[in-house]
């Protein structure tokens, strides 16, 4: 039983300088301990799709959950809150005793780097998924961290852009979902924005963190700056920035610190404040009494397994079918599969959310596998078609480490560079990536300090076709790659800066073309030296990393003829396309809203020769799709975690009935999107000149024709609205609506309850959504569903005059569907009291 701290006796007890050392980190992911006072260090993980440990370099692998963006699409508040209670768990299992998500920023724009992150473009659905995801988390006593307090909406100078929008924006858009997962699930922890708003980083700000987020919100628990994003000493004490990430500090040294305290530029009551709220944290993270040093481990469990596929197969929403799905896979037939993401499992997005994923099951693979299960003798081929990468792809699946395990590379650290003849070797691995990231990396025989070291990757390849092969390299650091000892890349002696790692720290990849004999083995080595070897990128004080891949080289015109030639007398054609982690990713925004290199050439020139084209679409985040109207179904899979490739396959197949809903609208256009005019940085500035009027607020009120609108999803089966009751109870109105099943299979609809004034003094969006619930049936079936409406959330905006929420009397139109642009059956209400109001 762990032993609750006396946090008033210990403040009393704590000097000056432990008092300062409490309030930034350890390290990238501990708190700092006082041993003397039995204040023990509390551990954090990245964690928006699942929990990643304490390692970037070679860590445990983890269960990835669908992205953000496909787990507020299934609409479904009781499947999150049992993956936030599966994150709790598996934290428990890495010894962490906070996560750091979930993210419920906005995708403002289909542009933002980190929009498969967060929970969509309504602030109702983004607060209620949040809220959700965090109960779940904290059910395990494991505390969740609410980010990025607010206004974090793309990268592009994400640091120091200066973010202005209107008062009524922030409050109904930015900050609402913030003030849902507050007022329904208590967040033990909020981390702030890299950004400024009005001139003012948000990690120093007394207006939100202090006037807002505590004294109108009344939250009291710790409050994380963003990893580098604390910005003063002074200013961010002073506003009760609880804890600066990561350590060591660099604003919250020693002797600095204490020497503002000592001339009484900083309060004694504001340093004591925020240890309050620190120790405080503390103790709510050791209830689960995770102990210290725990040695991370994997989470096999089958149940969590089975939770992944059912959360990914809820994700996936179909846009579009004219009949031709679910495929039977007991009928023989010939299947192709084309597609740069048909044979690699896109199970997340780029930057913080990336994990090394326990396994990862492939499009082609589940495909595969499901038409084997249904005995049939269908026969696949498959191509690819087109590529996607911006680099040559990871190929660690197709070599053989030093010590003959597939799938593997050996990758040995070393004190002195090749050549040396005491190279002092450091450690050793076998890794299951050609893309190697030294962020975390720790050796015994190694300073925690020391920068300079080198490695030698090295594995055996065996030729599966003669032909041209191009290898490439690209690094921060320096690096080549011998073949059998011949130096074929070199990355060392010539640089030039690219897009490589982690918010483009590195060099461009450097290419060079082989020749190799189909049947042969190669052996294949990259000597690489780390940040300080480089010529280029020098002021990144990080270790660096390498990555190196190759494939048999080919001209786009060849692999899309070789695609084309095998779907001509297929009976089903599967194009699987979109995104990846190199296209959407923390770091930096799409240039645009279009599928990058040749896939929707691919597309167009396999619909000119097959009737009966299927597309299934990963990405984060809208894409266009200028093929619509020549393919015969879409379906849309998100970044769909360890499950990717079986979850697409129980719903082609029928297995799944989908039943998600976009949580976000797909234009037609990204010049559509109301933030495209201001979207990205100008000159250290960003202005939200779309006001409340994001997603379908904007494409509604303007009459805007759009691709999917939001809340949109199609099913195997046919259901019915009717019945609609409106009854207030207290300060809610309960809306009641019949749904049936009026088709032929068990499916799952989603009922979605907008609320629209039938007067307002001000303009306002046509509707908003306020709520929505979710339910399964069997053919046949209908159930009466209750959804509560909190009469003053519904009915409420804000106003800038009086600086409060205001609520009219008057008369508000209830409207019920199952998408935003398909309203089934509608009613009113009325209020009788006009009123003001603050707080959650």
Wanted: aromatic residues 10%; proline residues 5%; contains cysteine.
């Amino acid at each position: 039983m762990v032993k609750t701290l006396d946090v008033d006796s210990l403040i009393d007890q704590l000097t000056l300088e432990e008092k300062i050392s409490l309030l930034a980190g350890n390290d990238s992911w501990h708190t700092v301990p006082i041993p003397r006072l039995g204040i023990p260090s509390l551990r954090v993980s990245d964690g928006p799709n699942g929990v990643r440990g304490i390692k970037f370099f070679n860590g445990v692998p983890s269960n990835c959950f669908v992205c953000g963006t496909g787990l507020a699409a299934t609409f479904n508040k009781s499947l999150l809150k049992n993956c936030g209670q599966m994150m709790g768990q598996e934290a428990k299992a890495r010894g962490v005793h906070c996560i750091l998500g979930p993210t419920c920023n906005t995708a403002r724009s289909p542009l933002g780097g980190r929009s498969f992150e967060s929970y969509g473009e309504d602030p109702v659905l983004s607060g209620y998924a949040a809220a959700s995801i965090v109960a779940g988390i904290q059910s395990e006593k494991v505390s969740a961290c609410l980010k990025h307090f607010v206004c974090n909406d793309q990268e592009d100078e994400r640091k120091a852009v200066d973010t202005y929008l209107t008062e009524r924006a922030l409050r109904e858009i930015y900050m609402k979902p913030f003030q849902i997962a507050l007022r329904d699930a208590h967040p033990n922890v909020i981390m702030t924005a890299y950004n400024m708003i009005d001139g003012e980083h948000v990690s120093q700000s007394k207006r939100f963190l202090q006037q807002i987020l505590r004294h109108e919100w009344k939250f009291n628990g710790a409050v994380m700056s963003d990893w580098f994003g604390t910005y003063s000493t002074k200013e961010a004490l002073d506003a009760g920035l609880t804890l600066e990430m990561p350590g060591p500090t660099r604003f919250r040294q020693i002797v600095q610190t204490s020497h503002k305290v000592y001339s009484n530029e900083i309060h004694t009551d504001t340093i004591d404040q925020n240890v309050r709220d620190l120790l405080n944290l503390v103790n709510e993270s050791i209830k689960p009494d995770i102990g210290e040093n725990i040695v991370e481990r994997e989470n096999d469990d089958p149940a969590a397994e089975a939770l992944l596929r059912q959360s990914g197969a809820e994700a996936v929403v179909l846009l579009k079918n004219t009949g031709i799905l679910p495929l039977d896979k007991k009928t023989p037939q010939k299947i192709v599969i084309l597609g740069p993401n048909a044979k690699v499992c896109q199970d997340s997005g780029g930057g913080s959310a990336s994990m090394a994923a326990r396994y990862k099951i492939t499009p082609f693979e589940g495909i595969v596998k499901k038409v084997k299960e249904g005995g049939n003798k269908a026969t696949i081929e498959y191509a690819i078609g087109a590529h996607l990468d911006k680099n040559l792809p990871d190929v660690a699946d197709v070599l053989v480490s030093k010590g003959g395990n597939s799938g593997s590379i050996s990758v040995t650290f070393y004190q002195h560079p090749s050549g040396v003849e005491d190279r002092n070797e450091l450690t050793s691995f076998e890794m299951t990536t050609t893309k190697v990231f030294l962020a975390d990396f720790k050796a015994p025989k190694l300073d925690p300090n020391e920068l300079l070291y080198y490695a030698d990757l090295e594995a055996h390849y065996k030729a599966e076709e003669s032909g041209t092969y191009e290898f490439g390299c690209s690094c921060l650091g320096s690096a080549q790659l011998f073949i059998d000892g011949k130096l074929v890349v070199d990355n060392k002696t010539k640089q030039v800066r690219g897009e490589a790692f982690f918010l483009g720290m590195g060099t461009r990849e450097e290419k060079s073309d082989v020749q190799l004999v189909k049947g042969q083995t190669y052996h294949i080595k990259v000597e690489f030296g780390t940040s300080p070897t480089a010529l280029v990128a020098k002021e990144f004080k990080e270790p660096g990393g390498v990555y190196f891949g190759f494939r048999l080289k080919s001209t786009p015109k060849d692999e899309l003829a070789k695609a084309v030639q095998i779907a001509k007398d297929a009976d089903t054609v599967i194009v699987v396309a979109g995104l990846s982690k190199e296209w959407e990713s923390e770091g930096f925004d799409r240039p645009n809203m279009d599928i990058p290199g040749y896939t929707n050439q691919l597309i167009e020139e396999v619909t000119k020769v097959n009737s009966n084209v299927i597309i299934v679409n990963q990405s984060g985040s809208a894409v266009t799709m200028p093929w619509i109207d020549k393919v015969q179904a879409v379906v849309h899979a998100w970044f769909g975690g360890n499950e990717t490739g079986n979850t697409i396959a129980d719903v082609v197949f029928g297995d799944y009935n989908p039943s998600g809903k976009l949580s976000m609208t797909f234009p037609k256009r990204v010049e559509d999107n109301p933030a495209f005019l201001n979207f990205g940085s100008t000159n250290g500035k960003v202005w939200y000149g779309e006001d409340v009027y994001i997603g379908y607020r904007f494409y509604e009120k303007t009459k805007t024709d759009v691709l999917f609108p939001f809340g949109f999803g199609l099913s195997y089966t046919n259901f019915e609205f009717s019945n609609l009751k409106i009854k207030p109870v207290k300060s809610e109105i309960h809306v009641s609506v019949t749904v049936k099943n009026t088709g032929k299979i068990k499916g799952a609809e989603v009922i979605q309850v907008y609320v629209s004034p039938v007067e307002s003094k001000i303009p306002r969006p046509i509707k908003e959504l306020k709520n929505f619930d979710k339910v399964e049936l069997a053919p046949g079936k209908s159930v009466s569903v209750t959804i509560p409406i909190s009469i003053k959330e519904a009915t409420s905006y804000w106003d800038g005059y009086k600086n409060k929420w205001s609520s009219d009397k008057g008369t508000y139109k209830v409207l019920v569907g199952n998408s935003s642009d398909n309203i089934l059956v509608e009613g009113e209400f009325e209020t009788d009291k006009s009123f003001n109001w603050l707080g959650l």
